[in-house]
C-alpha cells in the first residue's frame, strides 16, 4: 500500500526550539507539499517542492523553511518555534501533472509549543 | 483568485440516507478535482479523483460528478451509514499542481 509517512503523530516542543517535522513518501511522487491546519481557516500552504533541491513558498511560509535533499523526503523546519505555530501539520505528495495524478497526505503531526 | 465553496457546511442525517454534498469553484480551468474524508484529529483520506476530461468516478457507494463549465461538483453518498461520519473536503488541483481546498462538510449520520 502506497504511503507518505509523517515521523511523529504528537510532538511538543518549547518555544524558541528549533523543531523538524519529517515526511517521507514511497511512491517516487516529484511533488511534495507541506499544509498547516487550524480550526476556521483550514488548510493553508507553507511550502511545496516540485523536485530534489527545490522548494517553492506557499501561502504562509514566514517562521518556516524546508529541506528536500532527496526524492522521498521533504523536511518542514521551524526555526524558532513560537506558541503560534502550534497546529496540525500534513504533508502530502502527488505525481507531476498527468492521468493518475492526485494528492496523497500522511496522517498528521500535531505540534504543541509550550 | 479560485475559491472553492462547498455546501451545506453541516448535516446530520439518520442512518440509510443518501446525501449529495455540493461543491462549487469560481475558476473553470483546473486540472483535477479530488474529494477527501478526514476524520477528526486525523489526515486527510483520498475517496475520489476526477480528471478534468471525465464527468464522475465512482468507488462503492460513493459517486462524484464534475462539471467544469459551471463550475460545480458532486459526492453522492448511497444508503449513508454511521462510519460515514466525518469533514468531505472538496479540492482542485491547478495547473500547478497546487490543491485548493473548499471549506468542508462536516457529516454526522446516526443510527
Known amino acids: 500500500d502506497v504511503k507518505v509517512t509523517q515521523s511523529s503523530r504528537y510532538l511538543v516542543k518549547r518555544t524558541g526550539e528549533k523543531v523538524f517535522l519529517e515526511c517521507v513518501q514511497d511512491?517516487?511522487?516529484?511533488?511534495m507539499f507541506w499544509y498547516r491546519q487550524d480550526p476556521g481557516l483550514g488548510l493553508r500552504l507553507i511550502y511545496f517542492?516540485?523536485?530534489?533541491?527545490?522548494?517553492e513558498k506557499g501561502d504562509i511560509p514566514e517562521g518556516y523553511s524546508v529541506s528536500r535533499e532527496k526524492k522521498e523526503r521533504f523536511s518542514l523546519i521551524l526555526e524558532s518555534a513560537s506558541t503560534n505555530q502550534t497546529s496540525m501539520y500534513l504533508c502530502?505528495?502527488?505525481?507531476?501533472?498527468?492521468?493518475?495524478?492526485?494528492?496523497?497526505f500522511g496522517s498528521g503531526t500535531r505540534l504543541t509549543v509550550v | 483568485k479560485q475559491e472553492v465553496t462547498q455546501i451545506p457546511a453541516a448535516l446530520s442525517v439518520p442512518e440509510g440516507e443518501n446525501l449529495v454534498l455540493n461543491c462549487s469553484f469560481t475558476?473553470?480551468?483546473?486540472?483535477?478535482l479530488q474529494w477527501f474524508r478526514q476524520d477528526p484529529g486525523k489526515g486527510l483520506t483520498s475517496l475520489l479523483l476526477i480528471q478534468s476530461s471525465q464527468r464522475e468516478q465512482t468507488s462503492g457507494r460513493l459517486n462524484a460528478s464534475l462539471d467544469k463549465s459551471s463550475g460545480r461538483s458532486t459526492l453522492y453518498i448511497a444508503a449513508s451509514q454511521p462510519g460515514d461520519s466525518a469533514t468531505y473536503l472538496c479540492?482542485?488541483?491547478?495547473?500547478?499542481?497546487?490543491?485548493?481546498f473548499g471549506t468542508g462538510t462536516r457529516l454526522q449520520v446516526f443510527p
Open positions: 475558476d473553470s480551468a483546473i486540472y483535477n
Open positions: 517542492s516540485y523536485d530534489v533541491k527545490m522548494k
Open positions: 511512491m517516487d511522487h516529484e511533488n
Open positions: 502530502a505528495s502527488s505525481q507531476r501533472k498527468g492521468p493518475t495524478g492526485g494528492y496523497t
Open positions: 479540492a482542485v488541483i491547478d495547473n500547478t499542481d497546487k490543491l485548493i
